[in-house]
């Protein structure tokens, strides 16, 4: 994990001043490193029997389709507001300084279909439980949250205890 780890770069003070942001485009653009980061995570589900992988909005869109590929399975986007254009969804949660909105259409999830829920950063916890939520209201089984990087230090496990969490490169 250290070979991927070291493939993140961290910007420090963004997007605001304190925060040092992980950013994933340097490990992405790393043949090895995401094809490593891809095929760690889609090992650890293989024997889930997946239906349906669910990316969230921005950085979740990039591995979820290809761990999806991986499994056989299919893919729906979470997306933010005016995004998706058939019926949907929308679920509210708290971010540390507000709040925001994602959407998933109706008929992403069918009642029964067995879900892995992906992302690239598992911090507080917060956005992932909002789309957990809204998969479940839509019928789907939650088998796991898979995330590139978890932030440990902000014990975003505690929100989502219920779910399987696998994360690939901690800090």
Do not use: W
Not at 1 to 8: C, G, R, S
């Amino acid at each position: 994990m250290n070979e991927l780890k070291n493939l993140v770069r961290e910007v420090p003070d963004f997007p605001k001043k304190g925060i040092s942001f992980k950013d994933i485009t340097t490990l992405l653009q790393n043949p090895k490193g995401l094809r490593a980061a891809v095929e760690i995570i889609s090992d650890h589900y293989k024997s889930k029997k997946i239906d349906v992988v669910v990316g969230t909005e921005a950085r979740g869109f990039i591995l979820a389709p290809i761990i999806a590929f991986n499994l056989g399975a299919g893919f729906t986007p979470i997306r933010k507001p005016g995004k998706l254009p058939y019926e949907k969804i929308s679920m509210s949660y708290a971010l540390e300084y507000g709040t925001d909105v994602l959407e998933i259409h109706k008929d992403g999830i069918r009642k029964g279909q067995q879900v892995l829920m992906v992302d690239d950063l598992l911090a507080t916890g917060g956005t992932m439980s909002a789309c957990c939520k809204m998969v479940e209201s839509l019928g789907g089984n939650i088998l796991g949250c898979a995330f590139l990087i978890e932030l440990t230090f902000l014990n975003g496990k505690k929100n989502l205890s219920p779910y399987d969490i696998f994360s690939v490169i901690q800090y």
